[in-house]
């Protein structure tokens, strides 16, 4: 059964790195666009960042340059640094991973997701 797992969650100050990781499970996800998305409380899943197997990566335009994806096909991992966090920056983060980029319809498995918190 495939499966996705995130952590690294957490509650930090505004201006705190945290690293979120999902870990894969069930197959071999190295094909798959993998993409973390996010969720504050009354609001749509959004797009953060997502990458290719070929290395390319996406980002929204409210993460960039804060935010670095990064993928390790071998261990069937993906990673979210994040930098400078924001307030704003408050949501559950999912991974996910699919065959699209930037909608939550291109992706097929999901995981529980994480909850980060950002303080003022």
């Known amino acids: 059964q495939e499966q996705l797992v995130e952590s690294g969650g957490g509650l930090v100050q505004a201006g705190d790195s945290l690293r979120l990781s999902c870990a894969a499970s069930?197959?071999?996800?190295?094909?798959?666009?993998m993409g973390w998305f996010r969720q504050a409380p009354g609001k749509e899943r959004e797009f953060v960042a997502a990458m290719k197997w070929s290395g390319l990566r996406y980002y929204a335009d409210s993460v960039k340059g804060r935010f670095t994806i990064s993928r390790d096909d071998a261990k069937n991992t993906v990673a979210l640094q994040m930098t400078n966090l924001k307030p704003e920056d408050t949501a559950v983060y999912y991974c996910?991973?699919?065959?699209?980029?930037?909608?939550?319809?291109?992706?097929?498995?999901w995981g529980q997701g994480t909850q980060v918190t950002v303080s003022s």
């Open positions: 996910a991973a699919g065959v699209g980029i930037w909608r939550t319809s291109s992706y097929t498995y």
């Open positions: 069930g197959r071999a996800f190295g094909s798959s666009v």
